[in-house]
């Protein structure tokens, strides 16, 4: 790329978010923030600050992978702003920020926050008739199903969820880690209501997923296990439980290279 365009160019932009993206989903989020800032600095000058939207909302993903939720959200916010100016407020990209921005209040708790955020988007979804298979009307409502979780409602959760797996399918497939996210917040519901056979059974679709979407060396299979481990517990299955835990524990390692005590962390979380 540098040979035929040169380090200053637009095509380099969209390389160093591939590759950031690429880093990131192999576990490396640090060298992946390099190559997005790279992508930042050069954006700015060829494209322009307010159509490097998305390179902040990738950055936002990263921090959101690291764990530096507060640093996710700025960032997103600031995506969010660049992308209505470029876009307008109507545009798929924008709620799609909106949604992600909705998961981050909902991982740290501030739960009213992400409920005044889905308001927000639902009256932008009916304003401007968003398709209800489009990639931001089931990223919405993948949302909303999880605010539901949060919040206890599980019923209407479990409807949420299960409105989500039709269309997840229809457009994604079976293997995608959107409909093994579906399957992990179904999994979710049946246990909370001691359904655990049922929990099971989709946490095992889950798992599955993830394991062909990511590979066998991923966080979101340790995850998917870690999971397998409460509900193979609550159904006295202690063996199979401990299966899953060492198999977990295994892949945390591996993930978590450089820091073993970090594995037991995650895990034990």
Known sequence: ?????????????????????????????????????????????????????????????????????????????IALEKCIKVSGKEKESVLIIYSSIINVYMIIGEYDKAVEIMKKCLSVLEDYEVADDSRAAVLLSNAMSTLLLATGDFQEALDFCEDNLEVMKKNFGEYHNMTATVYSNMSYVYSRQGEYQQALDCCKKSLKINEKVFGSCHAAVVLSCSNMIEICSNLGEYQQALEYFEKALEISKMVFVEDAQMAVLYLNG
């Open 1 to 77: 790329g540098k040979k035929i365009y040169g380090e200053e160019h637009a095509c380099m932009v969209w390389l160093y978010n591939d590759i950031s993206l690429v880093l990131s989903s192999i576990g490396k989020p640090e060298q992946s923030l390099e190559y997005l800032q790279k992508a930042l600095n050069i954006g700015r000058n060829v494209l322009g600050e307010d159509k490097m939207f998305n390179t902040y909302n990738n950055m936002a993903i990263v921090y959101g992978f690291l764990g530096e939720h507060r640093k996710a959200l700025d960032y997103y916010e």
